[in-house]
């Protein structure tokens, strides 16, 4: 796959200098294109073998171009603050904007190919790595990003050239390390790696760019003229080559059974019982988030439910019980601006807490497969596809030790009716029922699929829904306190 | 993801029978247009849990509907011939043509869960092989298959209660085996396989759809339905709704040094070390195919170059030294009638021969990069998402043991010129040149920079393409008897 790269391509100084001041030209107008409409966000990933120059056109790069509308990321050894979190939680929090261009020196594909070149890893974890690459990749294209993949080759005998005439020089001396030495030595193992990577990942909408990185004239030039083709055909794209959803076919509601109607809306609890209960559970939770094992544990819960099912009160409920600097509540409205500019899950990404913490959502990302599905926000493609990227996103969750609780609170259509009379008749309850709330309420058979469609294609053995009966507010406060405690209790004591 | 499957959902006798009719006439009338315009394939797999009901719902949608469109597949333990394929073969083999329904009981899921949870491969390996099933679907729907997956489900409890039922009654005892049993006591582990199989490839594209087995006019009515549901869906949908191919980027071809021109066409033999060397060879072939370890192997040569750079010549020069038991020569043109039914690659998985044989193409899957590209045969994105079907295929031959050897045969254009003028004056070799030899000539830069994009995208490690010098005839010919004895020799030699 790297032939073409080890063919000793060269550009002459006299063309380079004839070129470069044309090409920065145009570049920078599709920059400002790109800036001005914001119509998607750019992300360049630079991959290659060591002393193939991918620094060096990170440099250039920012230099030919407009360096307020491209973020670069040096993306080097993992954080502590990141290690605690998926390993894709520092890329999607260092995603560019719409109109902007991220510029990635290390990406998703680094520590993969590390890990398996120094053996840490089998050939096997490497290939699931690169098909989760694969599955991101393909949903920020589905999210309308435009992505530009570079490798940089060099052959052995160019790798081991380049390292000697660095060294060979005083003032570049410095560049090559010990560490580069090694890789040397592993080119082999690298370059089986480096063509799996090629192999999994190189896609129709997201191939991979394959550039002989021995000439740096010529490096720097191909990069330079592939990104501004790449821009321009996007900029100049025209309407109908924009990818049309595809129609897919759907589990028609046969019969009037289904999971919401199953469940049993009287279940109550007395007061005495609750006050009891409250005490027990809150007390339980309050010990459990001081176990030193919770330290080794992320907590997210979710809650998702009718209008006026009481998520607030419930929520309140748990957090009592809560040291305030160990979790935070982060309520989901309508998208603001910045969130409007980045893919769909970046509102999510951003929230995901480090080890001994715990997140609660008051509703979630399902919302894209409840309001947004039934409100048609966005195509039915993309609710569609959204169940596989948020059992995706959650499988990631929970490989990295995070427990994650979902609660949808179901009320019955009478007892809606009846809390939104009494929201609207006393004072200090008024804010809370609005125009949307009836709106929703005329809509109650279409939110009733979407919930079971949604817990039938999201419940999984590690992120199961709850379905909690909330006619009766104490009942619903203690089914939630005690399933919330058993799962974290469940997730300490595993080995 | 199975909770809804639970819940006990019953149809009525009364309600069956009133609409059962209604329901096959629709479907007759569907499968009738289906057949008539013969636009696209439809695919459905019947998955699910033992006792669910799997091999009566093929029975009822072959006496629904029209069976002389239908293909059932029964896809039980592979026979020896099909184990001498890789593990996909008898798929693609099984694959309805446009305007037909197959129907599969039993599928690429079944043998990857049934390993999994008898603990002979690990997790990591069902995923893996879920990954391939997910591209596979991905292909087949970008290929204009209609696939519609159904999942029968029952809970623990209910398929015992099924078991039980059937074994009481001495005109269905037969129907329970101790394999059932069996299964019934590994249930959890076939759960947690099947959440797997829902997770990873449940796709806005293609999603399973789960139907709760235990009341049979319940299964077959909603099965029913779906079909009719999805076929009708398919049938109408309106011209905007067609998916659009997506504008890929390209790497420009930004100098004119590449590959083809790296090549000495000049390198030849003179015809005494050419007499000699051809026997060699030829010789060395022989045995090699006589070697007992060449019956653990699978040998697939691969030709492809410009037109009259001597490809026959060269296969004839192979196949002289071998038994003509053994091997297979495939001539690819222009497809079929039937292989226009099928997605693109059937036509050459249907030749994928067994161990210990040899199959030689001449021209190959690389016309849809080179003619299919450049003939705009195919749109963009088909040809540019080909690259990566092609590794797909070619890893799945490599794993299977089957030796991949694929030479390009590169003669200069004023070479090209000499043997078409020649081909017009030897009467016998006249047939050999045609008008559309004169057309792809004048498109020589077209196919050089298709031929470096093919060789950059497709060259591997486990299938590597060898340019051929061909200028020279006896060079030619001697450099690829070589290189294709030394392929075996190293596949046979490998422990």
């Given at each position: 796959m790297f032939e073409s790269a080890?063919?000793?391509?060269?550009?002459?100084?006299?063309?380079?200098?004839?070129?470069?001041?044309?090409?920065?030209?145009?570049?920078?107008?599709?920059?400002?294109?790109?800036?001005?409409?914001?119509?998607?966000?750019?992300?360049?990933?630079?991959?290659?073998?060591?002393?193939?120059?991918?620094?060096?056109?990170?440099?250039?790069?920012?230099?030919?171009?407009?360096?307020?509308?491209i973020q670069t990321?040096?993306?080097?050894?993992?954080?502590?603050?990141?290690?605690?979190?998926?390993?894709?939680?520092?890329?999607?929090?260092?995603?560019?904007?719409?109109?902007?261009?991220?510029?990635?020196?290390?990406?998703?594909?680094?520590?993969?190919?590390?890990?398996?070149?120094?053996?840490?890893?089998?050939?096997?974890?490497?290939?699931?790595?690169?098909?989760?690459?694969?599955?991101l990749e393909q949903m920020l294209s589905a999210e309308g990003a435009l992505?530009?993949?570079f490798w940089l080759h060099l052959s052995r005998a160019k790798q081991k050239q380049r390292f000697k005439l660095l060294e060979s020089d005083p003032k570049t001396r410095w560049r090559v390390t010990e560490r580069d030495w090694a890789h040397?030595?592993?080119?082999?193992?690298?370059?089986?790696?480096?063509?799996?990577?090629?192999?999994?990942?190189?896609?129709?909408?997201?191939?991979w760019i394959i550039v002989e990185g021995a000439d740096a004239n010529y490096r720097d030039l191909t990069i330079g003229k592939v990104i501004l083709e790449a821009l321009n055909k996007r900029l100049n794209r025209p309407a109908e080559e924009r990818p049309s959803p595809l129609p897919s076919p759907f589990l028609p509601a046969i019969d009037n059974l289904h999971l919401l109607r199953s469940?049993?809306?009287?279940?109550?609890?007395?007061?005495?019982?609750?006050?009891?209960?409250?005490?027990?559970?809150?007390?339980?939770?309050a010990l459990l988030t001081r176990d030193p094992g919770f330290n080794?544990?992320?907590?997210?819960?979710?809650?998702?439910?009718?209008?006026?099912?009481?998520?607030?009160?419930?929520?309140?409920?748990?957090?009592?019980?809560?040291?305030?600097?160990?979790?935070?509540?982060?309520?989901?409205?309508?998208?603001?601006?910045?969130?409007?500019?980045?893919?769909?899950?970046?509102?999510?990404?951003?929230?995901?807490?480090r080890r001994g913490r715990l997140a609660i959502f008051d509703r979630s990302w399902y919302g894209r497969v409840l309001v947004e599905r039934i409100e048609g926000y966005c195509s039915s493609h993309d609710w569609m596809r959204a169940y596989h990227e948020i059992n995706d996103f959650e499988s990631q969750l929970a490989r990295h030790r995070t427990v994650i609780v979902k609660f949808w609170l179901a009320i019955s259509k009478e007892e809606q009716l009846r809390r939104f009379k009494e929201?609207?008749?006393?004072?200090?309850?008024?804010?809370?029922?609005?125009?949307?709330?009836w709106r929703n309420r005329n809509r109650w058979d279409d939110y009733e699929r979407a919930v079971c469609d949604m817990v039938d294609r999201t419940s999984t053995g590690h992120a199961p829904w709850t379905l909690v009966e909330a006619n009766d507010k104490s009942y619903a406060r203690i089914k939630i306190l005690k399933t919330l405690c058993q799962r974290i209790e469940d997730a300490i004591k595993r080995p």
């Open positions: 080890e063919l000793g391509h060269r550009i002459d100084k006299a063309t380079y200098e004839a070129e470069v001041p044309k090409l920065r030209e145009a570049l920078l107008d599709a920059q400002f294109e790109l800036a001005q409409h914001a119509a998607f966000p750019v992300i360049i990933l630079i991959g290659g073998v060591d002393g193939a120059g991918r620094s060096e056109i990170v440099n250039v790069l920012n230099e030919w171009m407009d360096p307020r509308h990321h040096g993306m080097g050894e993992p954080s502590i603050e990141e290690l605690e979190r998926p390993m894709m939680w520092r890329f999607w929090l260092a995603l560019p904007p719409k109109g902007k261009i991220g510029l990635f020196l290390g990406s998703w594909y680094t520590w993969p190919i590390l890990d398996c070149v120094h053996g840490r890893t089998k050939e096997a974890d490497l290939v699931r790595s690169l098909e989760r690459a694969h599955r992505i530009i993949k040397h030595k592993l080119y082999d193992r690298f370059h089986a790696a480096h063509e799996a990577v090629i192999r999994h990942t190189s896609t129709a909408e997201v191939p469940l049993d809306l009287d279940l109550a609890l007395d007061k005495k019982r609750f006050k009891s209960e409250l005490e027990k559970y809150q007390g339980k939770l080794d544990i992320t907590v997210i819960v979710v809650f998702e439910g009718n209008d006026a099912a009481g998520k607030g009160g419930s929520i309140r409920r748990i957090t009592a019980a809560l040291d305030a600097r160990l979790y935070s509540v982060i309520p989901i409205a309508a998208p603001t601006e910045d969130e409007r500019a980045q893919p769909y899950q970046w509102r999510f990404w951003r929230h995901i807490p929201r609207e008749q006393i004072g200090f309850k008024r804010f809370k029922i609005t125009e949307e709330d």
